[in-house]
């Protein structure tokens, strides 16, 4: 019945759960990806959707969606107007998923979808958005990054609190899940379309009153990133003073600020100081 459905173009209206996976020129290791996270869904018995987002690939990557696509009505493929950026296909996806909780995860799967249970535990427990950290339990890192990628995640980390007030100990994990509400709330006011947009997500979530929980997840580097330290590091950090600016200009004027904000918690139960 639901792929008669999805063949005449007919969505139901709501799921339990969207995962939402951005993918760019991923043709090497998307197959792998999808086997693993619909078979996982399917352990689960979960009313579940899987969303690919192709961010202009030049490759097969589209191809490969197609092909499971076939055979998985759950999975759907969204095509990007070209090359946009992963905060471009984040927001994408999320705007379009029909899930009550909304996650989003990179297509290596550096945290596994076995993990996904631990943020969707902290939204039943009341959070808006669950994040993934890497570094609240280190010890759950299977393969850590190199030494200078670390010395750059502690160096942005340490400007996301200074600059945004972003008191994580880590706002790149690509695992993080929101309510419907908090998605279809803070994603159309997001203007960052590249790496740098986890923070403004985070700011947009912090100003509008959110409750953020951060969620210690097994983690484990995937090499064949497309991150630059120098470039991206510089680019991100403009990025990071043009979230500040956008709201010291006003830019985020569609956010109605709530009139008490909700504690950013990082470990469930203990708020983290506020500046």
Request: charged share 20%; with cysteine.
């Amino acid at each position: 019945m639901l792929r008669t459905l999805i063949a005449r173009g007919i969505r139901l209206q709501t799921v339990n759960y969207s995962v939402v996976i951005p993918a760019y020129n991923e043709g090497k290791r998307l197959a792998p990806t999808l086997q693993q996270v619909l078979a996982y869904i399917q352990r689960q018995g979960w009313d579940a959707e899987v969303i690919v987002v192709n961010d202009g690939s030049t490759d097969n990557t589209a191809e490969i969606v197609r092909s499971f696509a076939a055979a998985h009505p759950e999975l759907t493929l969204l095509e990007n107007p070209g090359n946009r950026g992963k905060g471009y296909s984040v927001r994408h996806g999320m705007l379009k998923a029909r899930g009550e909780v909304i996650v989003f995860s990179d297509a290596d799967l550096s945290s596994p979808i076995e993990e996904m249970p631990k943020l969707l535990q902290a939204i039943t427990q009341g959070a808006d958005i669950a994040i993934g950290s890497r570094w609240l339990r280190a010890e759950l890192q299977t393969t850590r990054q190199s030494l200078h990628r670390q010395l750059f995640g502690r160096i942005f980390n340490a400007l996301n609190r200074l600059i945004l007030g972003l008191h994580f100990k880590d706002t790149q994990c690509g695992f993080k899940a929101f309510t419907r509400r908090a998605a279809q709330t803070i994603l159309p006011l997001q203007q960052i379309e590249r790496w740098g947009f986890d923070p403004e997500i985070l700011f947009l979530a912090r100003k509008l009153g959110f409750r953020v929980v951060e969620v210690p997840v097994r983690w484990g580097h995937v090499g064949g990133t497309r991150i630059n330290p120098l470039v991206d590091g510089s680019r991100m950090f403009q990025e990071m003073m043009r979230i500040r600016w956008n709201s010291i200009a006003g830019k985020y004027s569609g956010a109605c600020e709530m009139p008490a904000a909700q504690p950013v918690e990082t470990v469930p139960g203990r708020p983290a100081a506020r500046p």
